[in-house]
């Protein structure tokens, strides 16, 4: 049962490397201003979640957001990494507790169009009352961060076409990417997180 614990806690503790390590590759996007950067982290995330079941996803999540935290400190007094981590929650918890109950194709693919929906939506309701407002107290003050929108999209004029025109298409298109890439992986690398430690001779 000890080694059983082990085993759990090591392969989730390299899951969240991996995922530290892909926040660490971000890009931009042409229809949202420069501080929206994309990232794939939520593929080891996600692919935590479905093979050693919801609970270990969302300790994923929560140790990358940790390692993320050492690495590169807050400009938000902690706010944007709390935000962070419970968008990402809502992605990968409903994905994995769905795939939990319906352990089959049909079953992660519905489980990762319900946790893209979820990351949009409460995406979008964390940026428009807790991160954005958070930004415009410590960074920047919220009429430079909706000029850097309106740079973009000139449908952009205030907190929320900023959090409809980019924050929604943003978090949306980071969900499917996630998932399409975690769909085309999954498989390869689910037998490695499901095998057992070799036992002692």
């Known amino acids: ?27 931009p996007l042409p229809f949202a201003p420069a501080f929206y950067e ?34 590169n400190g807050t400009a938000t007094a902690f706010v944007g990494e709390i935000s962070n981590f419970v968008i990402g929650v809502s992605f990968v918890l ?22 893209t ?13 807790v991160l954005v407002p958070a930004y415009s107290r ?14 973009v999209n000139s449908n952009i004029d205030g907190l929320k076409t900023l959090v409809l025109f980019a924050t929604v298409p943003f978090n949306f298109l980071k969900g499917v990417i996630c998932s399409v890439v975690t769909a085309l992986v999954y498989k390869r690398v689910s037998p490695i997180l499901h095998k057992k430690f070799s036992k002692k001779p």
Not at 117 to 129: M, W
């Open 38 to 71: 994309l990232d794939l982290s939520e593929i080891a995330v996600l692919i935590s979640g479905f093979a050693l079941g919801p609970m270990a996803g969302v300790l994923t999540e929560l140790i990358k957001v940790l390692l993320n935290l050492l690495m």
């Open 138 to 151: 410590f960074f920047m003050p919220m009429e430079k961060i909706v000029a850097m929108g309106t740079a």
């Open 1 to 27: 049962m000890k080694k059983g614990r082990v085993e759990y806690i090591t392969k989730i503790s390299v899951l969240a490397v991996i995922s530290a390590l892909l926040m660490l590759l971000e890009f």
């Open 94 to 115: 409903p994905a994995s507790l769905i795939y939990k109950y319906r352990k089959n194709f049909s079953g992660a693919l519905i489980g990762m169009v319900i946790g």
């Open 117 to 129: 929906l979820c990351l949009t939506v409460i995406g979008a309701f964390i940026n428009y009352y």
